[in-house]
């Protein structure tokens, strides 16, 4: 009997403990259905926002190619206005530069056409000397117009911008002739030019590199100390094989807070109307182009020293045997 009620008991007990697993077993499946809605709500949300956030990217992408090209434009143009303000700089140098050939000329064939009409053909041998002396005179004359111009071709062929080997040395040279009315009244030019292979580059662009750095150690030294000074020119080899050439001048140096800013595009300590800031951003763009690397180190009140180093050129046949 007792064993039966037990029993009874134990039933009732069992019946309850499985409603209570049951419950249970409801309560988690609930639990893991809410689970799973709320994993595919936020996996919808994540979706949603991984969709937008490309949106987002591929509309920044694309505005950021519009200013690329924008930018990539407006440096084209830049190069192009810089060369032309280099240009214009020198004009009223290189008017000076061939006016004083011009009127050595112009003196000595006067001189001759006084002579010729004045002895009517009848001149004496020593007049006849001094006249041969002077036609050749106005020879050399017109033959340094002639280089004057030949120096000025270099810079006037914008298109003509295919690289191949550049000899540096009759680069630089090119340069001194354009920049010799700057440099003249205020320093010595010494050049240290020893025969260097060729580098893999453009005239005309290298031309304009040492232009703008001849010009500007020009424009760090005021007039009329020329024997006081100097800007020096030399080319070398690198440890490394490279081709280096400096530009050194006794001017006024770089202040050191200015160093790092010399190479950006418009930074410039010149007045209005005489420096655009564009020279040395020209410069720094057309070496990193080739290849090569631009530096400074100055020293305030002592000068300063621009290093151009340039890979030597090599032969596309080299290059591809090399790989091969
Ligand atoms: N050899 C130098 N000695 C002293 N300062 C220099 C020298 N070269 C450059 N600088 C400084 O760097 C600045 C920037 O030179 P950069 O050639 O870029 O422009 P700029 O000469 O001022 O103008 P431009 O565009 O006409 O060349 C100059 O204004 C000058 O302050
Ligand atoms: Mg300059």
Avoid at 14 to 23: H, K, L
Avoid at 97 to 123: C, K, M, S, W
Avoid at 241 to 256: A, F, K, Y
Avoid at 299 to 323: D, N, W
């Amino acid at each position: 009997m007792k064993a039966r009620s037990m029993g009874g008991q134990f039933t009732v007990i069992e019946g309850r403990a499985e409603r209570a697993e049951a419950i249970r077993t409801r309560l988690l499946k609930a639990e893991a259905e809410i689970s799973e809605r709320e994993m595919r709500h936020s996996n919808a949300l994540l979706e949603e926002t991984v969709r937008q956030r490309t949106c987002e990217l591929e509309l920044a992408n694309a505005r950021l190619q519009e200013s690329l090209k924008q930018l990539q434009a407006a440096q084209a143009q830049l190069l192009f206005a810089d060369r032309l303000a280099t240009i214009g700089q020198l004009a009223a140098g290189l008017g000076h530069e061939i006016n004083n050939p011009l009127a050595f000329i112009i003196g000595n064939l006067d001189y001759v056409q006084q002579q010729l009409v004045r002895t009517a053909g009848a001149a004496t041998p020593e007049e006849q000397q001094e006249m041969i002396e002077a036609i050749a005179d106005a020879r050399d004359g017109a033959e340094r117009v002639s280089l004057i111009v030949r120096d000025l071709k270099v810079l006037s062929h914008p298109n003509d911008l295919e690289n191949g080997p550049v000899d540096v040395v009759a680069s630089l040279r090119s340069a001194v002739k354009v920049a010799a009315y700057e440099l003249r009244d205020r320093a010595t030019l010494v050049e240290e030019l020893v025969s260097v292979p060729p580098v893999n580059g453009h005239k005309v662009r290298l031309c304009q590199v040492f232009l703008n750095l001849l010009v500007n150690a020009a424009h760090a030294i005021s007039p009329g100390q020329a024997a006081r000074n100097e800007i020096r020119i030399s080319t070398r080899m690198s440890s490394s094989g490279s081709v280096v050439v400096e530009v050194s001048d006794t001017g006024c140096g770089i202040l050191p807070e200015n160093l790092e800013r010399i190479f950006n595009p418009f930074f410039t300590t010149k007045p209005v109307g005489v420096g655009t800031g564009l020279g040395l951003s020209v410069c720094h763009g057309i070496i990193t182009a080739l290849g090569g690397e631009i530096s400074v180190r100055s020293e305030m009140s002592r000068g300063t020293t621009f290093t151009v180093t340039l890979p030597v050129y090599e032969a596309q046949e080299e290059i591809t045997s090399r790989a091969a």
